[in-house]
Structures are given as C-alpha cells and as structure tokens.
C-alpha cells in the first residue's frame, strides 16, 4: 500500500514534481457556470441566492441570517464537553495569533518630518463555512479568531443549509466561540457572490476565507481584485522526517491521519534507518486495517505515500526544503536542532508527542498553511492576512526645501516633468 | 478640460463606479500568446529567450546575465549628480523600511511547551525593469530594497535590451545602488518564464515583482502559483482633499503630476471651498500649458479628472473612504488630524509640503501602492512582502497527554478517525 524509495537523489525529486502537479489533475472547469452565479447574484441579489439555494440545498429560507435568539437555540442541542473542548482550543488560538498583532507606528526625522506607516483590521471579513460531511469546526475557529485580533470591525459567516433547511450546531456554537458577529445560512458560489457584491439581506465583505468545493473555489478565483481572498487550498500533505529514536508506531498512525483526509492526501516518510522504514511498513497495514477511514488511506497511500530511506539526515533536511510541505513532522534525538534548518514548510512539529492533529486542533498556531509546494514563499493564515497598511508622510516646507533639488532631478531623469513641477511651483516666486 | 461636480451623495459614487472600472477597459487579451512563450521557454530554456528577444527586442546577447565588470563600466557613463540623488533615496527608503521588520519569536507553555513563528526572506527574488520610455529606477530601488531588507539570499533582475542591444544605464545604476545581486538583459513575458522555471543561464526564483506591459502583466498572472507574485497594478490615482487653507496653484500641479502618467490615470480634488475649487480649475489650464506632456494630461483630466466641492470636509473624507485611492493627498489646516480617518489608501501625503512626488523618489514609503479601489484590502509593497512564515510546535509527553481527551473528543466530532488515532496510539499500553 506504500512505496518504499531508497533515494538516489533522482526518483525522490521526480516525485516531488508529481505532488505538487496533483492538486491540478481531475479537477473539472466549472468556470462558466460559477461566472453566471455571479453575474445573477450581482444583478438579483437576494432573490438569486434564493433560487440557488432552493436548487442546490433543497430548502431555502426566506430570510438568510441566523438571529441571535436562533443562534442560542441551536448551541443547545451541542454537546456539553465538546463546547468546553472548543472553549479550550479558542484561547490557545487566540493565545497564540495574538503575539502576531502588529503595531501602527511613526517616525520622525530633522526639519519637524513625520512619517509611518498605519496598520488596521479589515473592515469586514466574510468566512465561508462548507457543511454537510467537509463541515469543520476547527476550521471556523482558525479563520475567525485572527480576523477578530486584527481588529475587524465586523466577521460574518456563510454556511449551507443541510437537506431540512437547518445549519451544523457544532459549525454555529464554533462561530459563537470565536466571535463571529453575524451567521448567514447559504453556501456555494451564490453565498460567495453575495458576500463580494453585498445584497438586500447580505453587508460587501473586504475578504473572503475559509475552505470550499469546486464552485466556491472558482468563485473566490473569479471575485480576487473585488475583494481580497485567501490562498487557494491543494489536497493536504505531510512529511516526517524520522530518525531511530522515533516510534513506528507513532509515525504510522501521522502517516495515516493525513492520509484519512481524501484520496489526494500525501503522506510521506524520510528516514536513515531502514529498519524504521520496515517497522513503519508493518505498522501501517495493522493500524489500518482499525481504522473507519481505511479504503481513503488505502488508496492516498498507495497514489501519494512514500517512505523514502536516505543516506543521512542532512538528505532528507534537503528534500523537505526542495517538497516545502504544509505539515513536517520531526521525529528525532534534540528535534528542535532542526529549527533553523527546515527552511519551507508551513507548520512544523517537533518531537515525538507533537502530532499533526495537535496542530490541526488545539495547540494553537493556525491550520490553513501553504500547500503543494507553496510554502516556498506562501506563510500560514494569520493576523497579518485580516489588516491593511498604508504609509502616511508629513514634510515642512524646509525640509520640502532642502530635498527639492534632489527629486526635481530625478522626476527629470524619468521624463515625468509635471512630478518635478510639483516640487518647483512650491518655491516659485 | 476638468469636470466640477457639487457633490450630491448620488453623482460622485457613479463616478467611483467609473474609476474602479477603468483597469479593465480596452486592454487586449494576450493570454494564448503569453501561454505559447511560457510554454516554450520551460522546455527549451536559454534557447527559447534568445529567440524572443531578437524577436521582439532586435538584438539578443548569447549570455543574458551582465557581467560584475560590466556593470562598473555602464555605469560609469551615468550623470555623477544622478547617482548621488539615487545614493540619497535609497538611504530613505531603507531607513523607512527597515522599520518593517519581523522577527522570529517563541512562546514558552507549562508542561515544556515551546511553540513559535519563523520569519525569513524569501530564497531568491525576481525583479522585472521595464525598458524603453517606461525606464523607471525609483522602481528598482522601490522594489529591490525592501528585498534586501527581509533578508532574500539573492535578488536577480532582468530588463529588456534596447535596439542597440545595451541596458538603460540609470536602471543599472539604480539595481548596483539598490543591492541587487545578478542582472539578465532580458525582458518581456519571456523573462517572466526564465525567472519562474529557471533555465540554463536564469536561476529560478520564488517570487517575481515589479511592473510591465500586458504581456508581462499577463505572464505573472499565469505564473501564480509556480512563483508567488506581487499585485497586479492598474492606472494611477491621486485624490486631494482640501480646504480653504490650500494654495490652488500647489494643487493644480499635483492633480497634473499624477495625469502625466498615462490616460487612464485619474487625479480628483475634493473641497468644501467652491472658490478654492474655481481658482484650482484656471490653474490647471494655465500650468498645463507649460509641461511637456500636456496632451496625456489634458486626456486623463478630461476622462476622469475632477473637482468635487463637497458640503463639509466629512463628506470628503467619506468620499475618499469610499474611493480608496492609491495616493491621497490632505491639504487642509491640520493635516495630521485626518491620520486617523483616512481608513482606505495606500499613501497618504499630509500638509501643504508633502507632494505626492515627494512619496514616488525620495521620502522614503513605497511607491508601490494598491490601484482601483483595492486598498480597501491591499497593503503598499513592504519587508512583509519578501517574507515567509512558519510555525513550530514541540510538545512534550505529559503535555500532550494533559489535552488528549479534548483533541481525540475533537477530532472524532468531525468525524475524523484516523486523527484521534494519532493522539490516543501515544498513550496505549
């Protein structure tokens, strides 16, 4: 179910570029339907995400926000100790998002100049939920809690109905928990238009996050320039890198809850010790067999799951750069040595008790990280992708005076004389 | 040559409508074009560009990167002046930018926790320079030194040859000035491939910058996703509010220092003072007649220049809220005040001292500034724009254990199986 590599410095790499071409493979152009939806949302507002909805969801309400008084009644039917788990997870994210806060600041330099440069939330963000079996809690949390530190003035969120017209509790008691201001019940391609262009019943976002199939990815594409977007998101990938020191017993269960995400899913072990590599093998197809989600690990690990044995660790440290995975493990004696080592990967997890899904879930760094290679240059969501900065100056005519000479020259340098124009008209005579 | 509108809430945001539009019209689709040369130049590498350029550019040089000592030597036929004032601005502009800066940081948690976010310079950095009339250094400084600033290992640039197969010197001078690494006389959309794939002679890079015709617009555009890119820039905008404290002469040559840049620029006063608004409109006629490039800017004044005298200055600074253009000029008694309402521009220029040309060479803040209404979400270029993040998260055996309930309880709510496995195979006997 895995291929075993003994790497030779060339079967790995061109494996490497069969992962990063897989998030584009299989994937239909649904561009020109998506285009319609859009145009219809912007044209018909309200009355188009109704039609859309009744369509594609079956029931469609007539008024699409969630009240408050709603919103309560729907937390609770969740389950107690769940909310206490989502309660716990919130402060570890926002315990951690919040040292990402950057300040406005100003500088001031000779002849009475002031300079800076203003940083502040977005005004409004839209964060777009799936539902049915892709609806994730977790993921409400990581795109909610930084947009509120960066000082958003307001989060709104768009979800679908399932088949009896009703929201996922466990989606609506994560928006609760992580600030959320407003909740609207719609999904696809329609709740993506609205949010962008604003309708009767729905405000114009500035940015729209968060996961989504086919057609609401394609609309986010559509619509980047009208509002801002996130990253597009690939299938999923972990890399460990795993010395003899590390449990295969461990390594096999990561392996796997990467694998579990959808037959996409790469899930790949670097390791200098081919007696790991075997004891890993072994492992996998025992835990397997125990496991719900065994013919979608079955068939990612067969497709996108290596376990590649290289000559030392300084390989495998080069292949993990040369991949830039979302997820890498380090499972090794004095893991943290790796640190300033692993130069592309969005998240890193070190040690042997610092599984993928702690990150995912709880510890508190964000879960939307670069994939397929992106994170060469792409970074993890953060504060920083919900502010906006702008720089402000403030001259004096003396110092004006004292630097006119200077950018005169250059406007005329660069042909653009009605720049230095500008400069001269203000000590003219 | 100018329309003056009495505000009425209704006129002037149709006139936003207008102005956010404009990027759009009239400009060709080249994508098929630009495809075919992407598609050529990642197969067949130095041979591919070499035919390009005598294609498009007339001469083409064998070896596209310009030697160390032929930089010495191109340079030294720049105006002495001229390299002083560029010497001049780029200590501006890294004084300035040097403020943008992240560092890396950790956190430290009970149970041995330690969790943090890496920041460091993108790898290697492309820097595209348009030639010909184009031909802007305050652009390679603008783009090269906040580069050099977070800490990129290389930065590589590329310009197009002119007809005598030789590069513009002062953009030479600019790239030497500016700590740029490696210069290819190259340009077009096949200089965008050779940076994005590498060639034989061209290093790959990971993400490429800096302005261009369509083609080059439309092969970054393409190539999003294999490199990281910066914003696609739509015509310049300037907007000034001013009050009856204003000097109109000052005024009239900054809208014009803006319309001089191409047809579609578009340059608005705005002002509760309607003789101010008068006095500004025979200024422009008079200015404009003495500048060089009066018929651009008696074009783009006519297209989508305009004064606006609005009731009171909030509506102004509502108006420009709404408008979010990409540089904003306050000449009103004081300015400073109107730093914390300005919620959507990419710079602001504050006084009667601070010309918008002022920002363009020398103060200090990036030139490269969100267009079209985007600074509503986009920021100007910066350090942030050269960098990349991670997290790292080491947990320890008894901390993991502390949260495993809660993360296996998680986990199994979404239904994700094979996570929880990975937390609770740690703790079985």
């Not at 009644?73 to 769940?82: F, G, L, N, T, V």
């Not at 001031?108 to 892709?134: C, D, F, H, S, W």
């Not at 402000?392 to 250059?410: G, P």
């Amino acid at each position: 179910m895995i291929t075993t590599v003994i790497a030779n410095g060339k079967d790995e790499y061109s494996f490497i570029d069969a992962l990063k071409l897989r998030s584009n493979s299989g994937a239909k152009d649904v561009s020109g339907i998506v285009s319609d939806i859009i145009e219809n949302v912007r044209k018909n507002g309200d009355k188009a995400v109704y039609d859309y909805t009744l369509k594609f969801d079956g029931k469609a309400p007539l008024e699409v926000e969630i009240s408050a008084d709603e919103i309560d009644r729907i937390i609770e039917c969740c389950d107690k100790d769940y909310i206490k788990t989502l309660e716990k997870a919130a402060a570890n994210i926002e315990d951690f998002h919040k040292r990402q806060i950057q300040q406005s600041w100003l500088t001031t330099k000779e002849n009475g100049v002031i300079m800076g440069q203003r940083v502040r939330g977005l005004e409004r963000v839209g964060l777009y939920v799936p539902g049915g079996t892709a609806a994730y809690p977790s993921s409400v949390l990581m795109n909610a809690i930084p947009a509120k530190l960066a000082g958003c003035r307001e989060i709104v969120m768009t979800t679908p109905p399932s088949k009896d017209g009703t929201p996922n509790p466990d989606i609506i008691a994560a928006a609760k928990i992580a600030g959320v201001d407003r909740i609207f019940l719609m999904g696809g391609a329609q709740a993506v238009a609205a949010l962008a262009y604003g309708t009767e019943q729905v405000p114009k976002v500035d940015k729209i996050v968060g996961p989504g199939n086919i057609f609401v990815a394609t609309a986010k594409k559509l619509l980047y320039g009208v509002v801002d977007i996130d990253m597009i998101a690939g299938p999923s990938e972990i890399l460990i890198i795993a010395d003899k020191t590390a449990n295969p017993k461990f390594l096999a269960a990561d392996l796997m809850s990467q694998a579990e995400h959808d037959r996409l899913a790469s899930s790949i072990l670097l390791t200098d010790c081919e007696t790991l590599a075997q004891k890993v093998k072994a492992e996998l197809t025992r835990q397997c067999a125990l496991l719900e989600r065994k013919e979608i690990i079955e068939e990612s690990l067969e497709n996108y799951g290596a376990i590649i044995v290289c000559s030392d660790m300084s390989q495998a440290i080069d292949f993990a750069n040369e991949l830039a995975p979302e997820h890498l493990e380090v499972c090794c004696e004095n893991p943290m040595e790796y640190v300033g080592k692993l130069d592309n990967a969005g998240s890193v997890f070190l040690g042997n008790y610092s599984p993928e899904p702690l990150g995912d879930y709880f510890a508190g760094p964000n879960h939307v990280l670069p994939t397929s290679g992106t994170a060469r240059f792409f970074s993890p969501l953060s504060v920083d992708s919900f502010v906006k900065k702008s720089s402000f100056i403030y001259y004096t005519e003396s110092a004006l005076k004292n630097d006119a000479e200077d950018i005169v020259r250059f406007a005329n340098t660069e042909g653009l004389t009605a720049h230095a124009n500008s400069i001269s008209v203000r000590f003219e005579e």
